[in-house]
């Protein structure tokens, strides 16, 4: 008796979501309003569905202002992802980390004119691969003429750091993201770029995320970028900044401009560039966050010494004021020595002077031994 009601509730239920996503392709996504980032959109979530295809994403509703496409394994982007006829003029958020995606074919992204906010975290990409030609695609970004955040965390494959390095740059050119604000790109074992103007065409980038690479020291242009306000540089393997980097730091926070820098977790050596760094934090302009965890790495007798930079300096104000002190004992003791042989030396001098007045003082203090004693 149960049995056809239960079967019946489950069918209308999977109606509704047909309903709502209408389509049988997108099965197994949540089609509805969401409130995120206090913020309505209607959104489809398609959290691990396990599709190996995006077929399913040609079929979204038009309405669609946010896009969840995560946790699936889809190896490669075809193009034309959103197919041909969809009209996603409301799309502003796409998310599509975290789907093995190894290659993003050149035309993968059309119709997103008005996206804003693009993640492709977590993922496997290869830029370039010299076996293919196909793989090199400067303009996958091309079509988003709106883009204000790009979220590439731990989205390239592994051990492709020449290559990325190659290609980072041609990307950001042949993309035309004038409104990039926000770009994310930690985790990616980053350690250079091959032309040091690599964010230079993103002329409205404000915070970039570069944590968690292998970055050696500041080896890209920041001057180029006048809208930066944030640079995310925690975790690399940055053992010094050098005085035209601290002034490279310098010169974007100016009265009327903020700026503020992380650069915890670096393996800066203890030297005198690390005195430098310390005594520019003293005056600079700069918010540099996380200041008191900054630390130096100094090798010595075959040990490997961490130290807190605060403490460093506090160590070196320490030794400065023992040397001190042990300077002015040493003269002290000089100035006593000569004192007594000046005094031995002319001791009958001495004694001719001061005699009568020793003798009254005796004299004095003896008789008021004798007072007390009266009394
Ligand atoms: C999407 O769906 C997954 C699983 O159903 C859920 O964990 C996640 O929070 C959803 N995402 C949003 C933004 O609602
Ligand atoms: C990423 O790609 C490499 C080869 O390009 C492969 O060996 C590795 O298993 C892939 N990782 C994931 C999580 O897909
Ligand atoms: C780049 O985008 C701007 C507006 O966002 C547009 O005016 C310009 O024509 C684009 N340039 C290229 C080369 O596509
Ligand atoms: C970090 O830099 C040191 C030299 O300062 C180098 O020996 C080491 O390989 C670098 N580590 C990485 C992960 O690049």
Avoid at 167 to 196: A, G, M, P
């Amino acid at each position: 008796m149960l049995r056809p009601l239960f079967v019946l509730a489950f069918a209308a239920l999977a109606t509704a979501n047909v309903n709502q996503c209408r389509s049988k392709l997108l099965k197994g996504c949540n089609c509805g309003k969401i409130y995120f980032e206090s913020q309505t959109f209607f959104a489809v979530n398609c959290t691990n569905q396990a599709f190996r295809n995006t077929d399913m994403l040609q079929e979204l509703p038009e309405e669609t202002q946010m896009l969840i496409f995560t946790g699936n394994h889809v190896p490669v982007l075809e193009m034309n992802v959103f197919g041909e006829e969809l009209d996603l003029s409301e799309l502003k958020v796409v998310d599509m980390s975290n789907n093995g995606i190894r290659e993003i074919k050149g035309k993968a992204f059309h119709h997103v004119p008005s996206v804003e906010r693009l993640i492709l975290n977590h993922n496997n990409i290869s830029i370039a691969n010299e076996d293919d030609g196909n793989f090199h695609h400067p303009r996958v970004f091309s079509n988003f003429y709106n883009l204000k955040e790009l979220h590439l965390t731990n989205a390239f494959a592994d051990n492709t750091d020449a290559a990325l390095a190659n290609d980072l740059h041609d990307i950001f050119v042949n993309s035309n993201l004038t409104k990039l604000y926000k770009l994310h790109l930690e985790q990616n074992e980053i350690k250079f770029f091959k032309d040091e103007n690599v964010f230079c065409d993103l002329p409205d980038l404000h915070d970039i995320y570069l944590g968690d690479n292998s970055i050696p020291r500041l080896n890209f242009n920041l001057r180029c970028l006048n809208k930066l306000r944030y640079l995310d540089l925690e975790n690399n393997n940055i053992s010094k900044f050098s005085e035209a980097d601290l002034s490279h730091f310098e010169s974007l926070a100016t009265p009327g401009r903020h700026f503020t820098l992380e650069i915890r977790g670096n393996p800066f050596r203890c030297d005198q560039a690390i005195r430098n760094l310390y005594n520019w934090l003293l005056t600079t302009r700069v918010e540099v966050r996380n200041k008191d965890h900054l630390e130096c790495h100094q090798a010595k007798y075959g040990n490997k010494y961490i130290l807190n930079l605060k403490n460093l300096a506090a160590a070196k104000h320490a030794k400065i004021s023992q040397g001190i002190t042990v300077l002015l004992i040493v003269l002290t003791i000089v100035l006593l020595t000569l004192l007594a042989t000046y005094a031995y030396l002319k001791k009958d001098k001495v004694k001719g002077r001061f005699g009568p007045v020793v003798e009254a003082l005796t004299r004095k203090v003896h008789y008021t031994t004798i007072d007390s004693q009266d009394v």
